[in-house]
């Protein structure tokens, strides 16, 4: 645990601290949900990473990595779409008890477990929606347009994955979408959906060690323009027919 909170440290994410009781109840949240999952991952499949250490980098350090940017510091409200075993919206929750973060997926089974083991560890700043995000974000959507800050890790190609989310985003919100380390292609093919769904390109940036596998770019989008009625299109659509 204490690479993690090195990784905090290094990206500034609370510059001066946290205070001692802080990091303790982080320390102690952390623990605890790696304990739930690796305990539940027994029944049912939550996560491939079984060992600890290699846990606390691709699931705690990997997630946190957004951690220190402007724009989830200023967000107070934060969904994570297709959060499977809690990624990387748990962690973020960890780290800021002041924020509010949605979690969305749209496997039910998963999201339960997620939703009691998070009240059981007293991570009460998460609500668990299940629901596709086609659905959540659509035209009659509970949560269309409502998010200062919406991230997601490993579940659609840019093009697809910017339909998904950009429609959650209030006008001036930003999308941080947790991507490989060579992003350009999947970028470039995501222009259009970007552009169509109100979104426009900002940075990337490069995540952990350039010469490791776990390296991620996070790409900033910023939504400039309220999402036109016709998007996200219906469910399965974003994935099978991208937008080009
Ligand atoms: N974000 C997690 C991580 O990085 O470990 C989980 C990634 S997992 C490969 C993809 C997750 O996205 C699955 O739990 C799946 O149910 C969910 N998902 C895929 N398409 C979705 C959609 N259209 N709406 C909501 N959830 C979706």
Known sequence: MKRLFDTIEKLNVFPGGPDKEAAEEMNRKFAAYMDGILEWNDKINLT???????????????????????????????????????????????????????LIDSLAKRLKIIEELCGSIGIGNVTAVHGRAEDLAGKKGEYREKFDCVVSRAVASMAALSELCIPFLRVGGTFIAYKGNDPEKELNEGTAAIEVTGGRFIRTEQAGEPDDSLAHTLIYIRKEKKTPDRYPRKAGDPVRKPIK
């Open 48 to 102: 491939a990473i079984t060992d600890r250490d290699e846990f606390v980098v691709r699931h705690f350090i990997d997630s946190v990595l957004s951690a220190g940017s402007p724009e989830i510091k200023v967000a107070k409200l934060i969904a994570d779409v297709g959060t499977g075993g809690g990624f990387p919206g748990v962690p973020l929750a960890i780290l800021f008890p002041e924020k509010k973060f949605v």
